[in-house]
Structures are given as structure tokens and as C-alpha cells.
């Protein structure tokens, strides 16, 4: 009940963010939406190895001065295996994640900044062994980053960025990603 009810309070804020986007953005906000491609570290309380999934997020948001709305939505687009002793060989698969933050970006100039997110990510993900046993769990919690953009042309912007999606849970999905955003 717990995660149905945070699925729908970060569905209602990226869903409140998108309509704030479109109806303010001739009031000097820059809306913007992007992709990104993330090296994850996947690991799971009760399992000594960590998973590497590979995932594909895509990003939408406002910008006003040194501070951002954004929601993201994302999957995974590679599973990882590793062999578990007693177990055999098991698949991790990121099946979906979403969520929405607030990012305070430092402008060094026009086109380099830093920044650092906050928010709350929902996170499914699926283990599959090679008997073909499988289990599906989600969670919901804090999300905090850091990353850097840099422009590139007028309205695009290349970024890097580190994100631990959720901390404190039984498990916890950590984000290397490398993505490009477009601004209108």
C-alpha cells in the first residue's frame, strides 16, 4: 500500500511539473528534455554480489535561474548475471523506474555548471535464476546526485552525473550516466 501510494504522490508531482512547464514557459524558464545512458551498481541486501544493469532514462523538466523540476522515467536495457553460490546463476532486470527531484545547479559560465539533485524514485526490479525461478520487488525512497552539464550548442547540453535512485532499502540502485538534453 506504501509504494502504491508514493507511486501516485511522484505520478501527481512530475504530472503538476510538466503542466507548470508548459503554462509558464514563456515567463523566461527554459523547458528542457533529455536522455541519458547509466552504468548501474545494483545490490540487494541478502546477496554478497552487486549487479551491473546498464539502463536508459529519459529526462523532463524546468528550469528558472540555478534551480529545477524535473521528472524522469527510466528501465533497464541490459541485464547482468552473476553466479550466486547455492543458487546458480542469476539475472538481475531493471524493469522500470520514475520519479522527480529538485536540482540546484552552480553556473561557472553560460555553459558549464554543477549541480546536485534531491528527490524520490520508485524502482521495480526482477531477479531471475536459471531454473527459471524469478522474483520482482519494488521500493520507493530518497534519491540524491550530483553531476555537471555542459553546453554544447544553444539549446543542448551534455551531462555526467552520479545518482544513488534509492538509499536506506533493501536494496539500492547507484547511476554512472552519460546523456544529452535539449532545450526549447
Keep these: ?3 502504491k501510494i508514493t507511486s501516485i504522490v511522484l505520478a501527481g ?3 503538476l511539473t510538466v ?5 509558464d ?3 523566461g ?4 528534455a533529455g536522455v541519458q545512458y547509466g552504468f548501474g551498481d545494483f545490490s540487494v541486501r541478502d546477496i554478497s554480489q552487486d549487479f551491473d544493469p ?3 532514462v529519459g529526462r523532463f523538466g524546468l528550469r528558472n535561474n540555478n534551480f529545477a523540476l524535473e521528472a524522469r522515467l527510466g528501465s533497464g536495457i541490459k541485464s547482468d548475471t552473476q553466479n550466486i553460490q547455492g543458487t546458480g546463476n542469476v539475472n538481475l532486470y531493471i524493469d522500470q523506474f520514475y520519479g522527480a527531484y529538485g536540482i540546484g545547479h552552480f553556473d561557472f559560465n ?8 534531491a528527490g524520490f524514485t520508485y524502482v521495480k526490479a526482477s531477479l531471475r535464476n536459471q531454473i527459471g525461478l524469478s522474483e520482482s520487488d519494488s521500493d520507493n ?3 540524491i546526485g550530483v553531476g555537471a552539464d555542459y553546453g554544447v550548442g544553444e539549446n543542448v547540453t551534455l551531462n555526467l552525473e552520479y545518482t544513488s535512485y534509492i538509499i536506506d532499502s533493501d536494496f539500492e540502485l547507484k547511476v554512472l550516466g552519460l546523456g544529452v538534453t535539449f532545450g526549447y
Excluded at 503542466?19 to 503554462?23: C, D, H, K
Excluded at 553560460?110 to 539533485?117: H, R
Design 54 to 56: 546498464q539502463v536508459i
Design 13 to 15: 508531482a512530475a504530472a
Design 25 to 27: 514557459s514563456t515567463d
Design 19 to 23: 503542466n507548470y512547464a508548459i503554462a
Design 29 to 32: 524558464e527554459d523547458i528542457y
Design 110 to 117: 553560460e555553459s558549464f555548471s554543477v549541480y546536485g539533485l
Design 141 to 143: 525512497g530518497l534519491s
Design 1 to 3: 500500500m506504501k509504494n
